[in-house]
């Protein structure tokens, strides 16, 4: 099971895949727009309030959101805390020791975190994409939280109040003679300010917002590199017709 590092946000929608309890559970595809303005305001805002409080983006300064549309006076007076300056890099207040202490270590910097979990289920957009969908109540551990993507996470559930506290629902079937339990859905143990569409969305704003932060420059990589290849494609045809030209006559 893959190892995560993040501490965010929430739990699942409707859309989980099914999962036994010795298997794993199926990413959902993330609904990825990193030239979806709105939506990277969005999941900037969510980034800011509920996951750098704990989690660093300490190779993204804060001036560099006036990229998603944000203004100076916008960054200053909704995404920055008391003592935070626009040229500053994202840090979070967390006291290491403190974190280390609560979590068992210390929760990790978010920058690349999109880029760095990619694997055979998927992209990295994917995987959080799913990972902030499915967590479900665990009375048994320390923060009352578990995760069907990453068992036993260390981080607690900080957008519960949004999604509400839920369970999953198991179905016993024998496979090979193995009695197992599969994942069938949830069970909405107390309602949070979002309907589950609305969670859903939220969470692919924030983790949009993310594949964004990974390389904020991607918009404009893919935007030249396309007139890069066209250039080299009418090069190639001058280039063509030239060479005949000058051999023409040669025999």
């Known amino acids: 099971m893959k190892k995560l590092i993040l501490g965010l946000i929430t739990a699942l929608g409707l859309l989980g895949g099914a999962t036994a309890s010795t298997g794993g559970m199926a990413w959902d595809k993330a609904p990825v727009n ?71 270590a210390n929760p990790p910097d978010l920058t690349l975190v999109a880029r760095s979990r990619a694997g055979h289920g998927g992209t990295g957009a994917d995987y959080l994409y799913t990972f902030l969908r499915t967590f479900y109540v665990d009375d048994t551990k320390a923060t009352g939280w578990n995760n069907m993507v990453f068992p036993n996470v260390g981080m607690p559930h900080v957008l519960w109040e949004l999604q509400g506290k839920r369970r999953p629902i198991y179905e016993t ?43 904020p420059a991607q918009n404009t990589r893919v935007r030249v590199g396309v007139w890069v290849l066209l250039f080299l494609l009418m090069f190639t045809v001058i280039t063509w017709r030239l060479n005949a030209a000058y051999w023409k006559d040669v025999k």
């Open 34 to 104: 990193t030239s979806d303005t709105a939506s990277l305001q969005n999941g900037a805002k969510l980034f800011v309030n509920y996951c750098l409080s704990c989690h660093s983006a300490a190779f993204m300064r804060f001036n560099r959101l006036q990229d998603i549309g944000f203004t100076n006076e916008q960054i200053k007076d909704n995404l920055l805390f008391t003592t935070d300056k626009v040229g500053e890099t994202m840090k979070s207040a967390i006291d290491p020791k403190q974190a280390k202490a609560w979590f068992g």
């Open 173 to 215: 079937q024998e496979e090979h003679g193995h009695e197992v339990h599969v994942f069938k859905g949830w069970e909405q143990v107390t309602p949070g300010a979002m309907t589950p569409l609305q969670y859903d969305q939220a969470v692919g704003d924030l983790v949009n917002f993310l594949q964004w932060m990974g390389e």
